[in-house]
């Protein structure tokens, strides 16, 4: 308990007789004159030291004040009362504590041995004989410290145990934290919740498609500093379309700024309507009639089947916008688009999404299926038959327009798939309606790697 630093310089007492020094001794405190002139002239007659003037560095030890002069601060340090004077000196019967010892006089040093005469190193050298039979080993532990440091092993080894598992819990709550697709990959329940794909099998089946495409386009479609892997960046773009998750959401879930989860979302959906979208139409008529099913015998040179479907989207301020997306069928302003699906199942044309208000007809014209067709290929579209001005139908008619529908209801299942993307159950705002279009046809072309065929009895073809 000092009342001063003491590194860098060594402090003495001025007091005649007392030889105590700070360098070896950190119990003794050193006190400088009071400023009191009163208090100061007192002290220097208490010392009786002659033709002696204090400076500024002049210091008196603890020694010379009573226990009850001192006070200890919150540091630790021990600071003198304002008032005490010193009262304990060698002249008025106090027997000052001797001093310290320095270092070499505290150090042991060891004696130099004194000459021995023949006789009392025969001696020596046979007591040493006697105590080796004696005594075959001897390792200076006593029982208890054996035991002692036998328990202490036990409870390092159990130590070393809990740390291993408080690593692996730690480990477990990172990868909880950290959402990624290792965390799904031991459920496949959850993978098709948040994906809608099949299985974990079949996601990673699918990025192992996609990948050197990434690879390739990586450097033009997404940005250098990536705060996620790209196979998490598509997780987090199907959960975005699969589930609906606001931005928010997905930031927290993946630890990322919303504007990095936004940014993620907008580059994978330029990249992958590229790349799954690029061609439509593209199964070759020949393979379309390998794969045709029992159901379409009685119209083997059907190529595609269309048909119409609508989208919710927020109703615009302006009466003409609303005139123009509003559909009497939803009775809602929505968005139309064409969809068209193989015989066997799989999507293979999508339109642009247009007005509310088009007809089906008008939907068919500037969707440009028409120049993608052949004269060899035939389009499947559901438009019952009429009485016009007959009083009831004739037989071909209906045996016609039943089998048509049984076929239709196929791609109505084909349009359910993609409308379960949850991003579809809300209305769309006219804010990013530019960026919907691109997202609807990537939730209709996903819909091939994403589920199973339509009716369990075609499995064995697929």
Same mark, same amino acid.
């Given at each position: 308990?000092?009342?001063?630093?003491?590194?860098?310089?060594?402090?003495?007492?001025?007091?005649?007789?007392?030889?105590?020094?700070?360098?070896?001794?950190?119990?003794?405190?050193?006190?400088?004159?009071?400023?009191?002139?009163?208090?100061?002239?007192?002290?220097?007659?208490?010392?009786?030291?002659?033709?002696?003037?204090?400076?500024?560095?002049?210091?008196?030890?603890?020694? %010379?004040?009573?226990?009850?002069?001192?006070?200890?601060?919150?540091?630790?340090?021990?600071?003198? *009362?304002?008032?005490?004077?010193?009262?304990?000196?060698?002249?008025?019967?106090?027997?000052?504590?001797?001093?310290?010892?320095?270092?070499?006089?505290?150090? +042991?040093?060891?004696?130099?041995?004194?000459?021995?005469?023949?006789?009392?190193?025969?001696?020596?050298? $046979?007591?040493?004989?006697?105590?080796?039979?004696?005594?075959?080993?001897?390792?200076?532990?006593?029982?208890?410290?054996?035991?002692?440091?036998?328990?202490?092993?036990?409870?390092? $080894?159990?130590?070393?145990? =809990?740390?291993?598992?408080?690593?692996?819990?730690?480990?477990?709550? &990172?990868?909880? &934290?950290?959402?990624?697709? $290792?965390?799904?990959?031991?459920?496949?329940?959850?993978?098709?919740?948040?994906?809608?794909?099949?299985?974990?099998?079949?996601?990673?089946?699918?990025?192992?498609?996609?990948?050197?495409?990434?690879?390739?386009?990586?450097?033009?479609?997404?940005?250098?500093? &990536?705060?996620?892997?790209?196979?998490?960046?598509?997780?987090?773009?199907?959960?975005?379309?699969?589930?609906?998750? +606001?931005?928010?959401?997905?930031?927290?879930?993946?630890?990322?700024?919303?504007?990095?989860?936004?940014?993620?979302?907008?580059?994978?959906?330029?990249?992958?309507?590229?790349?799954?979208?690029?061609?439509?139409?593209?199964?070759? +008529? $020949?393979?379309?009639?390998?794969?045709?099913?029992?159901?379409?015998?009685?119209?083997?040179?059907?190529?595609?089947?269309?048909?119409?479907?609508?989208?919710?989207? &927020?109703?615009?301020?302006?009466?003409?916008?609303?005139?123009?997306?509003?559909?009497?069928?939803?009775?809602?302003?929505?968005?139309?688009?064409?969809?068209?699906?193989?015989? %066997?199942?799989?999507?293979?044309?999508?339109?642009?999404?247009?007005?509310?208000?088009?007809?089906?007809?008008?939907?068919?014209?500037?969707?440009?299926?028409? *120049?993608?067709?052949? +004269?060899?290929?035939?389009?499947?579209?559901?438009?019952?038959?009429?009485?016009?001005? *007959?009083?009831?139908?004739?037989?071909?008619?209906?045996?016609?327009?039943?089998?048509?529908?049984?076929?239709?209801? %196929?791609?109505?299942?084909?349009?359910?798939?993609? =409308?379960?993307?949850?991003?579809?159950?809300?209305?769309?705002?006219?804010?990013?309606?530019?960026?919907?279009?691109?997202?609807?046809?990537?939730?209709?072309?996903?819909?091939?790697?994403?589920?199973?065929?339509?009716?369990?009895?075609?499995?064995?073809?697929?």
């Amino acid at each position: 308990l000092n009342s001063e630093s003491q590194i860098g310089r060594s402090l003495h007492c001025c007091v005649p007789l007392c030889t105590l020094l700070s360098r070896y001794n950190n119990e003794v405190s050193f006190h400088s004159f009071p400023m009191d002139s009163v208090v100061w002239t007192q002290w220097l007659q208490k010392i009786r030291r002659d033709n002696f003037t204090p400076a500024k560095s002049t210091r008196v030890c603890c020694r %010379h004040f009573k226990l009850d002069d001192f006070y200890v601060t919150t540091r630790g340090l021990r600071k003198l *009362k304002k008032g005490p004077i010193p009262l304990y000196f060698e002249w008025n019967g106090y027997e000052l504590p001797a001093p310290r010892p320095s270092v070499c006089d505290r150090r +042991p040093r060891v004696e130099s041995p004194t000459p021995q005469s023949d006789s009392d190193a025969e001696m020596e050298t $046979e007591a040493e004989n006697r105590s080796e039979a004696g005594i075959d080993h001897d390792y200076c532990l006593v029982p208890e410290t054996a035991a002692r440091t036998s328990d202490l092993a036990d409870e390092n $080894e159990a130590l070393l145990e =809990k740390i291993g598992e408080l690593q692996q819990q730690l480990e477990a709550l &990172q990868l909880r &934290q950290r959402f990624g697709i $290792e965390r799904l990959s031991g459920s496949d329940e959850d993978v098709r919740f948040y994906t809608r794909v099949a299985s974990y099998r079949h996601f990673l089946a699918f990025w192992r498609l996609i990948e050197p495409a990434v690879t390739h386009k990586m450097s033009c479609v997404f940005t250098s500093q &990536q705060k996620l892997r790209p196979i998490d960046e598509l997780l987090l773009f199907l959960m975005y379309l699969s589930v609906g998750f +606001p931005l928010r959401d997905l930031a927290e879930r993946f630890s990322v700024h919303r504007t990095t989860a936004s940014r993620i979302i907008s580059s994978w959906t330029h990249f992958l309507y590229c790349l799954l979208g690029r061609q439509r139409l593209g199964i070759p +008529p $020949e393979t379309v009639k390998a794969q045709l099913l029992p159901e379409f015998k009685a119209f083997p040179d059907t190529q595609v089947e269309l048909d119409c479907t609508e989208v919710y989207c &927020q109703t615009p301020a302006s009466l003409l916008l609303h005139s123009e997306v509003f559909s009497s069928y939803k009775s809602h302003a929505t968005f139309k688009a064409m969809i068209g699906m193989a015989p %066997h199942g799989a999507v293979t044309f999508v339109s642009g999404l247009y007005a509310g208000s088009m007809s089906d007809r008008e939907i068919f014209k500037l969707s440009g299926i028409i *120049k993608l067709l052949k +004269p060899d290929m035939a389009i499947m579209v559901y438009r019952p038959a009429f009485l016009q001005s *007959k009083k009831q139908m004739s037989g071909e008619d209906v045996r016609q327009t039943q089998s048509i529908a049984r076929l239709r209801v %196929h791609v109505e299942r084909c349009i359910r798939r993609v =409308k379960e993307n949850k991003l579809f159950d809300k209305d769309i705002p006219l804010s990013v309606c530019g960026n919907t279009e691109e997202l609807f046809s990537l939730a209709c072309f996903l819909v091939n790697c994403q589920n199973g065929p339509l009716v369990k009895a075609w499995a064995a073809r697929e």
